[in-house]
């Protein structure tokens, strides 16, 4: 950022200037300028770009979300692809737009810097509302995954994979989710009808192209899931690793059908608020996704089940379409129309101290996966009381799904200890 561009020493509430511009006619006939923003609040960063909340200086009741990328970062760390990709992605996705779809509003750029200006979401992040807890109201839960589901058969019918499909990158803007962060998104060059792309196009990436996006990750660099070598470029080794499809994990690539994986594990994640598979390194969760170890709690909404167990599919050529998941039983009765109308306030029926309780119980199951081998029986008795103070309340559903996350996060630890104790008997 520029010299002097926090004037207040809170992040949440720094201003870039206090000088307020009454009026400026030129507004909607030029490029936008960062001078024309009051800087409101930071609302999202990253590695390589912000995201503030900002408002027009001529016109204060209007919000957006700017996201600024730093040209010498993003040079430095070879990632100019991922910031020219959103753009080009952003500008195809607006003509016509989608209700589900986050729009674009402006890119402009200085000497240091690159702005894209998004519609401000008011609700935030997905994740942020959902995570720990999941949605509780199976009604409501069913009206969000129509949403997605709207909103997945635009990008992929204006042929576009998404590659990084999760709930922390679908926000909300007066109760409609929408999709975001495009920067690892792929233009597909298969068959023209979405529903026409099948797995046996799957092929293996030439190791040597510069086409699509890449990451790597030093924690899968040499493991039984194959010897990979960091330095090389993967073209489809693309997205997190909570939500990769298999066949991404081994940098190939299944057009439409990966972001169909994806989906599934979205689904689960918002229904439960926590991720579908777990692990304490990037090595064990890719080894889980291989494995397909996909488990439910005691009482999972059957319906969802099936739909996320015939998504969630290691062979891609089996996975259901997108046409297959809108006939799907689960979304029997729902009106086509709550899909992009239906205004939701609140994603969730739990009072705040349930619902702190909740969060402490999954943040000390998370922490299992830090001590690992230093985890004690108190740590687990601790647990154990939180959920036992959830059940007093009567709530016997998120009773089964606490206890579901614990359990397997126990037996997950156990097989990760196991299997390094004996890498050193050998």
């Not at 576009?160 to 495009?182: A, S, T, W, Y």
């Not at 030093?218 to 990979?228: I, Y």
């Not at 005691?298 to 099936?306: G, I, R, T």
């Not at 959830?390 to 299997?419: C, H, K, P, W």
């Amino acid at each position: 950022m520029k010299s002097g561009f926090l004037f207040s020493s809170d992040p949440k509430v720094s201003k870039l200037s206090d000088t307020k511009v009454v009026n400026d006619d030129t507004l909607g006939k030029r490029k936008y300028r960062l001078d024309d923003f009051e800087f409101e609040r930071n609302i999202g960063s990253g590695n390589l770009s912000e995201v503030w909340h900002v408002t027009l200086k001529a016109r204060p009741k209007e919000s957006y979300a700017l996201k600024i990328f730093n040209v010498q970062k993003v040079k430095q760390n070879n990632h100019v692809k991922y910031v020219q990709q959103e753009r080009t992605a952003m500008l195809h996705l607006n003509s016509p737009g989608h209700p589900n779809v986050i729009r674009m509003i402006d890119t402009f750029r200085d000497d240091n810097h690159v702005y894209l200006l998004y519609e401000y979401a008011d609700g935030g992040e997905l994740w942020e509302e959902i995570k720990n807890i999941g949605v509780p109201d199976k009604s409501i839960a069913r009206v969000l995954v129509w949403q997605l589901l709207n909103g997945l058969e635009y990008i992929h019918n204006r042929r576009l994979i998404h590659r990084d499909i999760k709930c922390e990158n679908i926000v909300i803007q007066n109760g409609i989710l929408k999709f975001i962060d495009f920067g690892t998104s792929k233009f597909f060059d298969g068959p023209e009808n979405p529903e026409q792309d099948c797995a046996n196009t799957t092929q293996q990436p030439n190791a040597g192209s510069s086409k699509g996006t890449t990451t790597t990750d030093s924690n899968v660099a040499q493991t039984s899931l194959g010897r990979l070598n960091t330095k090389r470029e993967f073209e489809n080794y693309v997205g997190t690793p909570n939500f990769m499809p298999p066949e991404a994990i081994s940098n190939q690539s299944s057009g439409y059908a990966g972001d169909l994986w994806s989906f599934g594990c979205t689904i689960y994640q918002l229904l439960l608020g926590m991720n579908c598979f777990i692990g304490s390194s990037s090595y064990f969760i890719y080894k889980n996704v291989k494995g397909n170890k996909l488990g439910f709690p005691q009482d999972f909404d059957l319906d969802a089940k099936d739909l996320i167990e015939n998504l969630i599919v290691s062979d891609p050529n089996n996975r259901m379409t997108l046409a297959d998941v809108r006939r799907h039983k689960y979304f029997a009765g729902i009106d086509d129309a709550i899909g992009t109308i239906c205004k939701l306030k609140r994603f969730d029926s739990l009072d705040v101290e349930s619902r702190s309780i909740c969060s402490k119980v999954q943040e000390a199951i998370f922490d299992l996966t830090i001590k690992r081998e230093g985890v004690t029986d108190t740590d687990y008795e601790e647990i154990e009381e939180l959920i036992e103070s959830i059940r007093q309340r009567g709530m016997t559903s998120m009773v089964n799904n606490l206890l579901f996350n614990y359990l397997r996060m126990r037996e997950q630890l156990a097989a990760e200890i196991d299997e390094a104790n004996l890498y050193m008997r050998e």
